[in-house]
């Protein structure tokens, strides 16, 4: 059974950092683009960033550029997202993507 778990987030003051973790379960991450996408309320889910299958491309938003990086545990089957120099505007709930598999999401709030 397709699984996909992701923990990290929280309550964070702009400038702060967090990673989020994404544990697979059911497939090998490494065969798999796999992505990170965040959604506010009352917006659409909009894709962050994501890893191709070889690990060796890598996509981000524009917005997120030089502030975020999305690495690939292929022992741990788990894929993560390191945010830093966080800001106001990143807050949304965030979420670990394959094909049309999704996690519960994790809550980030970047808030003074």
């Known amino acids: 059974q397709v699984q996909l778990v992701e923990s990290g987030g929280g309550l964070v003051q702009p400038g702060g950092s967090l990673r989020l973790s994404c544990a697979a379960y059911?497939?090998?991450?490494?065969?798999?683009?796999m992505s990170w996408y965040r959604q506010v309320p009352g917006k659409a889910r909009g894709v962050v960033a994501f890893?191709?299958?070889?690990?060796?491309?890598?996509e981000y938003l524009e917005d997120v550029k030089g502030r975020f990086t999305i690495t690939r545990d292929d022992a741990k089957n788990s894929i993560y997202l390191q945010m830093n120099d966080l800001k106001p505007e990143d807050t949304a709930v965030y979420y670990c993507?394959?094909?049309?598999?999704w996690g519960q999401g994790t809550q980030v709030t970047v808030s003074s």
């Open positions: 993507n394959r094909l049309n598999n």
């Open positions: 059911g497939f090998a991450v490494s065969r798999y683009t």
């Open positions: 890893i191709g299958p070889g690990g060796n491309i890598t």
